[in-house]
Nanobody, 128 residues
Framework: QVQVVESGGGLVQAGGSLRLSCTAS????????MGWFRQAPGKEREFVAA????????VYEDSVKGRFTISRDNAKNTMYLQMNSLKPEDTAVYYC?????????????????????WGQGTQVTLSS
């Protein structure tokens, strides 16, 4: 079992940058597939980005490609989401998630149901 905690959210101007962190407890962080999801008010939680246990495979939602970068440091039990060129529509609560199963198909990284552990979320708010 793993517990994950997000940090790094805040208020930022459109066009600015922010880096989110997700720190996991436990000794098996490096064996988990990790992902970022977000939920805006009145909307369903949606996939943002994911990374394999090794960091070799990364998957992005189309609207964040080229702007967001997901990475992980297994020695620090931490995953990151570097967000650049932020837009008002990026405003949401961002959630970190960990999944035990390993997949080869990128599509399977995007499904909420394929993640076993979730954090409480961190708020990201864009001001125009």
């Amino acid at each position: 079992q793993v517990q994950v905690v997000e940090s790094g959210g805040g208020l930022v101007q459109a066009g600015g940058s922010l880096r989110l962190s997700c720190t996991a407890s436990g000794r098996s962080f490096s064996s988990y597939r990790m992902g970022w999801f977000r939920q805006a008010p009145g909307k369903e939680r949606e996939f943002v980005a994911a990374i394999s246990w090794s960091g070799v495979t990364t998957v992005y939602e189309d609207s964040v490609k080229g702007r967001f970068t997901i990475s992980r440091d297994n020695a620090k039990n931490t995953m990151y989401l570097q967000m650049n060129s932020l837009k008002p529509e990026d405003t949401a609560v961002y959630y970190c998630a960990a999944g035990k199963a390993h997949y080869s198909a990128p599509y399977l990284y995007t499904l909420k149901t394929n993640y076993d552990y979730w954090g409480q979320g961190t708020q990201v708010t864009l001001s125009s």
